[in-house]
């Protein structure tokens, strides 16, 4: 973890020994890190080193927050509800950086929906970069609704539904012309779907996910920590970097498969809208909450059943095939998951 001190307002003063909070000026990007860690994010590398996920990627972000000269850094860490006596302790942490200075630190209740109080926040200090970028950091976020995402067993629902409502209110308070952000990580695994894609897509220039299994070794790259030399690239050309970055990372860290995918979602739109069509369609079973609808992941190309028209455009791929088992010798990934119950769910569903 960084080792900065940070408190919990500052001002602006011509005293000496304290800070001035820096202004509006000079400052390009707003960066809004949300990082779950109401669950269980330890897992071992390759040489038996236990790492805590959520923890590497908060000490990352506090990186990028002291280092961005020329941004503002928003840092929500959500951490499990815990009780004293009959009151409930706050269950968010919040960190705010502009221009590299650390600005406010916080602690917040998370029991609102949609990320409120963290979109609260962001309203209350934001001055607004030209690009916005949001990163998620966490489990799985669930394309069905039910069940508690939080390991504290608030009840807390968190969902793909859930969190497209969030990334709309974001964009608007991001004061975009486009209403829109421009671009969101999902540092998660499996959301690389039409599914996902298709309900993000209205509120994001370009998602960055995986359509596989990340095995907790979070998205991360550099890119970030010195943000004053990306000059005037592109945002597509700093979402590539972004996914390049973490791929080579994660090839040398892990043995498992590793996808990560850039989606342009304008250029997606012709595949996603009759993909998303079938994704409606399995997700109504699983809607039901029906005991034996399981479920299992396959690439999206492999099926000729499913729709394949636009298939390939506006997504940009970087994988690489396990290093061991059946899908060793997997040459390519189109970049889009799918997912299939079992016939047994199916049949007693339609016997409902």
Known sequence: MSGCLLSCASVDTQDAGRAVAPGADGVRYSLVYVIHGDGDYTYHDSVGVVHRADEEAFSGAL???ERSADAEVFIFHQKPRKRILFFSKDDGEFYYFRRGQPLVTDTYSRDGVDLEGELRLFREHSVGGERTFFLYYGHEVPEVRGGTYDASGTGRQFNVEILSRALEGFGKAAMSPSRRLDFVVL???????PCTISRLAPYADYIIASPENLHLSHMRSNLFESLGSLGDLSTFEIA???GGDSFERLKRETQTAITIVVYDTRKTERFLGGA????????????????LATMWYYDWGENPDLVQDGLGQGVTVYYRPPQFGR???KKEHSGWQAWQVNDRAVQAVGQQ
């Not at 540092?187 to 779907?193: E, I, R, V």
């Not at 998303?276 to 005991?291: A, F, K, V």
């Open 63 to 65: 990186l990028v927050g």
């Open 240 to 242: 590539r970097r972004f």
């Open 276 to 291: 998303s069509i079938q994704c409606d369609s399995l997700l109504s079973l699983l809607h039901t909450d029906n005991e």
């Open 327 to 329: 899908l060793k010798g």
């Open 187 to 193: 540092s998660t695994c499996y959301n690389g779907t």
